[in-house]
């Protein structure tokens, strides 16, 4: 099994023993011992996989790295956070996926409007199994809980991935600015509710909900 490790903040170390790990294509800045890389396409297998990404636009450019020692992945110097998956699933926008262990399995859902407020389409690239997933944030990522007691909502610029069992809808004529005293602000919010994880970034980026 392949083992993540962080060099770092920026750099993802992953250690490989005659397996594979799956990641964003020319991610990788450097390796030691025996490798071969072969590339693939992301954003789900097989035929339907195939006709998904076709439909979505929502594809990786993703290589598979086999063989035995280490390789270092980075990108862009953004941060690195290790997310690990215990037979759930990671929903994650495609731009912030580094990496995946081999074992697990990539596709895309549906979003909605969700995706559409964040300017990054209307699906998006979900991660499943039992394994470790490297995602990347602009700054050092928070994982906020949300509980039935605790809704959560997010800035559509900030957020970067979800898993648990969580619903998500928007909510509109709420600004974070706004309640700062200030005349602009996202048009939307994301509002989660159910039990799991929200992944934001301390960065946000532009999306075509706009300032209002």
Same mark, same amino acid.
């Given at each position: 099994? *392949?083992?993540?490790? !962080?060099?770092?903040?920026?750099? /993802?170390?992953?250690? $490989?023993?005659?397996? *594979?790990?799956?990641?964003?294509?020319?991610?990788?800045?450097? +390796?030691?011992?025996?490798? &071969?890389?072969?590339?693939?396409?992301?954003?789900?297998?097989? !035929?339907?996989?195939?006709?998904?990404?076709? $439909?979505?636009?929502?594809?990786?450019?993703?290589?598979?790295?086999?063989?035995?020692?280490?390789?270092?992945?980075?990108?862009?110097?953004?941060?690195?956070?290790?997310?690990?998956?215990?037979?759930?699933?990671? +929903?994650?926008?495609?731009?912030? !996926?580094?990496?995946?262990? =081999?074992?697990?399995?990539?596709?895309?859902?549906?979003? %909605?409007?969700?995706?559409?407020?964040?300017?990054?389409? $209307?699906?998006?690239?979900?991660?499943? %199994?039992?394994?470790? *997933? =490297?995602?990347?944030?602009?700054?050092? *990522?928070? =994982?906020?809980?949300?509980?039935?007691?605790?809704?959560? &909502?997010?800035?559509?610029?900030?957020?970067?991935?979800?898993?648990?069992?969580?619903?998500?809808? /928007?909510?509109?004529?709420?600004?974070?600015?706004?309640?700062?005293?200030?005349?602009?602000?996202?048009?939307?919010?994301?509002?989660?509710?159910?039990?799991?994880?929200? +992944?934001?970034?301390?960065?946000?980026?532009?999306?075509?909900?706009?300032?209002?």
């Amino acid at each position: 099994m *392949a083992v993540f490790r !962080l060099q770092g903040s920026k750099v /993802l170390a992953v250690e $490989l023993a005659g397996d *594979a790990v799956k990641a964003k294509a020319g991610s990788m800045v450097a +390796y030691d011992g025996r490798m &071969t890389f072969k590339k693939r396409s992301g954003g789900g297998e097989g !035929l339907r996989g195939m006709v998904t990404r076709r $439909l979505t636009g929502e594809q990786l450019a993703v290589m598979e790295v086999t063989g035995e020692g280490t390789c270092w992945f980075a990108d862009r110097a953004t941060e690195i956070n290790l997310v690990r998956l215990s037979g759930d699933k990671l +929903y994650v926008e495609a731009s912030n !996926l580094l990496a995946t262990e =081999a074992g697990l399995r990539t596709g895309t859902t549906f979003t %909605g409007l969700r995706g559409a407020s964040q300017g990054n389409g $209307l699906f998006t690239t979900t991660v499943e %199994g039992h394994g470790q *997933a =490297a995602i990347m944030s602009d700054g050092p *990522a928070v =994982a906020l809980r949300v509980s039935g007691q605790y809704p959560l &909502t997010v800035d559509p610029g900030a957020y970067i991935a979800h898993q648990g069992q969580i619903r998500q809808s /928007l909510q509109s004529g709420v600004t974070f600015r706004t309640f700062l005293g200030e005349g602009g602000g996202e048009a939307f919010q994301i509002r989660f509710e159910g039990e799991g994880v929200v +992944y934001v970034q301390p960065s946000e980026r532009s999306t075509i909900a706009g300032d209002v």
